[in-house]
């Protein structure tokens, strides 16, 4: 099984701060890979899919980037509403998916 | 809209089983794979597997292989998970979710998830 390890497991950061959210997959999953954000007491939400685009709706603020192993997830200039939990998620291997453990997005 | 909504919360005894449903809407249910998720408290996502709900055949994770089932009941557009001899590890928050693309992609669509607590 495709194992993802996702990093850093928190973050605290700045209103107007950039910040980058990595995952690392155990082999090549050539672009399987999607970003969800969950808020607390919610579900998650699809953010980026196929490592780089972009779901409908979703702030353009927001971007995926990344190829076979090491894939990243960008926010720019933060906001208040984008305190959340961050999955990623491989689905190359399919019938077999695995998220990654989450980072945690405070504010400083 | 598309929609999946889920049944309510469930509070279990050791040993017991549970019934969960997932209620699909504004979309063809049997042309779009479901999957579940846990997620146990303050802790992360985890695949349990999925139902292709046109076959109606199961696929489950290593981790989730003996006391979980999947089934379904398509005129009713609704998935639904039981877990049978609940232990106490299966306290957790369990959601559907649909897949965009069926046989290997993301999950665009998430039911509002379900709360089990086992506890004697």
């Known amino acids: 099984d495709i194992q993802m390890t996702q990093s850093p497991a928190s973050l605290s950061a700045s209103l107007g701060e950039t910040v980058t959210i990595e995952c690392r997959a155990s082999e090549d999953i050539y672009n399987g890979l999607a970003w969800y954000q969950q808020k607390p007491g919610k579900s998650p939400q699809l953010l980026i899919y196929n490592a780089n685009s972009l779901h409908t709706g979703v702030p353009s603020r927001f971007s995926g980037s990344g190829s076979g192993t090491q894939y990243s997830l960008k926010i720019n200039s933060l906001q208040s509403e984008d305190v959340a939990s961050y999955f990623c998620q491989q689905y190359y291997d399919y019938p077999q998916y695995t998220f990654g453990a989450g980072t945690k997005l405070e504010l400083k | 809209q598309i929609q999946l909504v889920q049944s309510g919360p469930e509070l279990k005894k050791p040993g017991e089983s549970v019934k969960i449903s997932c209620k699909a809407s504004g979309y063809t249910f049997t042309d779009y794979a479901m999957h579940w998720v846990k997620q146990a408290p303050g802790k992360g996502l985890k695949w349990m597997g999925w139902?292709?709900?046109?076959?109606?055949?199961?696929t489950y994770a290593d981790d989730f292989k003996g006391r979980f089932v999947f089934s379904l009941e398509a005129s009713a557009s609704t998935a639904n998970l039981q877990i049978s001899n609940l232990k106490n590890e299966d306290t957790a928050t369990y959601f559907c979710?649909?897949?965009?693309?069926?046989?290997?992609?993301?999950?665009?669509?998430w039911g509002q998830g379900v709360m089990v607590t086992v506890s004697s």
């Open positions: 139902i292709n709900t046109y076959t109606g055949k199961p």
């Open positions: 979710a649909r897949e965009a693309i069926n046989y290997g992609s993301y999950f665009d669509y």
